[in-house]
Each structure stands twice: as C-alpha cells, then as structure tokens.
Nanobody, 122 residues
Framework: QVQLVESGGGLVQSGGSLRLSCAAS????????MGWYRQAPGKQRELVAV???????NYADSVKGRFTISRDSAKNTVYLQMNSLKPEDTAVYYC????????????????WGQGTQVTVSS
C-alpha cells in the first residue's frame, strides 16, 4: 500500500502564501491521481485540487487562480502552492492518492495523509 506524509502547513496572514508538500512511499507504482482535500471545523471534507499521472489538473472553484497543484513523479511528491490566502481557506489539509484501476483490482486502496493545519488570520 501507499503511505503519505504532508508538510508545510502553518499560520499566515490574509493575502499570504504557503506551500504544502506530500511525499508518497510504499507501493507508489500503483498511484494514478494525487490530490489535496481540506476540512474546516464543522464542515465536510472537500476537494481542493487533484492531478493525474499525465499531469491533468482539476480545482475547486473557490481556489481557482490562487492555488496550483504540481507533481514530481521522480520524487513521488505532490505540492500545493497556495497564494492570496483567505481566512476561509483555514482548514486541515489532507493529501490523497488513488490507485490506477488495474491496481484497484489487485487490492490496492486509496491512501490519506495525517493532515496538516493551515490557518489564515484576517
């Protein structure tokens, strides 16, 4: 299976920037997409951004134009560059990986990191 470790969270003022990193280890050959989700207090976990093995990306409307997801396949690492941060971006950010369909049939499952706190002060 895959293990994910996030880093880079912290406290930043409104308008500031942060860069999150997520390093994957284990059965990384099985990974298809990697992405970032977030969960604010009292709210459901929501998709922030996702990137496929071919580099195609998808973003939540609330972060388009401000956040950029990228992936270094050689390092098995995905990044989330967050600019123009707003107080409503405050949440725990989780890294996620999804296996290729072929490996899903072999028993490989989704993986989640432990989460990293991002707090944006107004």
């Amino acid at each position: 299976q895959v293990q994910l470790v996030e880093s880079g969270g912290g406290l930043v003022q409104s308008g500031g920037s942060l860069r999150l990193s997520c390093a994957a280890s284990g059965s990384t050959f099985s990974i298809n997409t990697m992405g970032w989700y977030r969960q604010a207090p009292g709210k459901q976990r929501e998709l922030v951004a996702v990137i496929s093995s071919t580099g195609s990306t998808n973003y939540a409307d609330s972060v388009k134009g401000r956040f950029t997801i990228s992936r270094d396949s050689a390092k098995n690492t995905v990044y989330l560059q967050m600019n123009s941060l707003k107080p409503e971006d405050t949440a725990v950010y989780y890294c996620n990986s999804e296996p290729n369909y072929y490996y899903t049939l072999q028993g490989f499952r989704s993986a989640w990191g432990q989460g990293t706190q991002v707090t944006v002060s107004s």
